[in-house]
């Protein structure tokens, strides 16, 4: 198996070890802030979140900043090997011009391996109710300076 498919089963999986918090917080208050977790080298999943003490009702963009710097930070000193950050946006999906609520889930892993994942989502009659899951290129922002 090359190394770029291995990164990206282990993305998958740091993935789908996140995704249920924000499924579960679209269920109970429609919403949920940024989020996020990372790979320790061990192979140890750790979920993370960000308090703002300083407001009761943080910006997210703030808080999508503070998780960046952390996972930069863990990148810089080696301690994991690959992050997600998980958001709730607005996005154009595939074949649309309409754009719609969505979770997404931005991965990068120390391998060169990144992606942003997109779960639409509509709220119908208070179910949460999921579209069609579409990925496009992550920036490679978290482990760009720091390839083995």
Do not use: W
């Amino acid at each position: 198996m090359s190394q770029l498919s291995n990164a990206k089963q282990e993305c998958e999986k740091l993935m789908n070890n996140l995704l249920p918090t924000a499924q579960n917080m679209l269920n109970k208050y429609r919403e949920f802030y940024p989020y996020g977790g990372y790979i320790e080298l061990d192979g140890q999943i750790r979920h993370v979140g960000v308090k703002d003490e300083t407001t009761e009702y943080p910006q997210s963009e703030d808080m999508i900043d503070a998780l960046e710097n952390l996972f930069l930070e863990k990148a810089r000193t080696h301690e994991c090997k690959a992050t997600a950050m998980v958001c709730d946006v607005r996005v154009k999906v595939p074949g649309s011009e309409r754009k719609r609520d969505a979770i997404q889930v931005r991965l990068d892993h120390v391998d060169g391996y990144s992606a942003e994942v997109f779960f639409p989502y509509e709220i119908v009659k208070g179910e949460v109710r999921y579209g069609d899951t579409f990925t496009s290129s992550g920036k490679g922002a978290i482990f760009q300076h720091h390839r083995a």
